[in-house]
T-cell receptor, first 114, second 113 residues
């Protein structure tokens, strides 16, 4: 079984709809992250959480919100989806105790907003 | 933030060593060099990291110049499965937002038969 899972893997929605992407991990890591990737570009950080009570905005948080329901679960919401949020979304985790930043990524969610 | 410069693309023959360069001339003394790769829209995968000394693991070797302004990732015997985008990232090693990874566009490595 995968250590970091994302649901759904693919989603097509319409402009204005509310969408939630979910991430679960079995690695026992405290830190979780949401990234988006546009074609031909690297990943950009949307939000990150260093523990259940800690939520931080990343580079491109406008239009997104998150919820850390438990240590193992971190959800990303698009309150009112727009076409330029069409992208590949990745969740990642890392260990707080680690002295370096090895992040473990999920398989990604491909979101299309029409 | 320290930034990195990588070639857009590189080719390598299967079975040969792949040497991927990265320039990070503004790196600070507390910043590590990380390498990740992304195989065809999968989630990125950690490869290796280093601070000053050269490092080697089961996947690759990392050579960092003495002045730390550049580094080279070496895949000793490239296979077709190593075809991917390789990201060189310079960040702090400790926790906190300063340690968050910042991905550039990376180098697209194509391993050819």
């Amino acid at each position: 079984d995968a250590d970091v899972t994302q649901t759904p893997r693919n989603r097509i929605t319409k402009t204005g709809k509310r969408i939630m992407l979910e991430c679960s991990q079995t690695k026992g890591h405290d830190r979780m992250y949401w990234y988006r990737q546009d074609p031909g570009l690297g990943l950009r950080l949307i939000y990150y959480s260093f523990d259940v009570k800690d939520i931080n905005k990343g580079e491109i948080s406008d239009g997104y919100s998150v919820s850390r329901q438990a240590q193992a679960k971190f959800s990303l919401s698009l309150e009112s989806a727009i076409p330029n949020q069409t992208a590949l979304y990745f969740c990642a985790t890392s260990e707080a105790k680690s002295s370096y930043n090895e992040q473990f990524f999920g398989p990604g969610t491909r979101l299309t907003v029409l | 933030d320290a930034k990195t410069t990588q070639p857009t693309s590189m080719d390598c023959a299967e079975g040969r060593a792949a040497n991927l360069p990265c320039n990070h001339s503004t790196i600070s003394g507390n910043e590590y060099v990380y390498w990740y790769r992304q195989i065809h829209s999968q989630g990125p995968q950690y490869i290796i990291h280093g601070l000053k000394n050269n490092e080697t693991n089961e996947m690759a070797s990392l050579i960092i110049t003495e002045d730390r302004k550049s580094s080279t990732l070496i895949l000793p015997h490239a296979t077709l499965r190593d075809t991917a985008v390789y990201y060189c990232i310079v960040r702090f090693g400790y926790g906190g937002s300063q340690g968050n990874l910042i991905f550039g566009k990376g180098t697209k490595l194509s391993v050819k038969p």
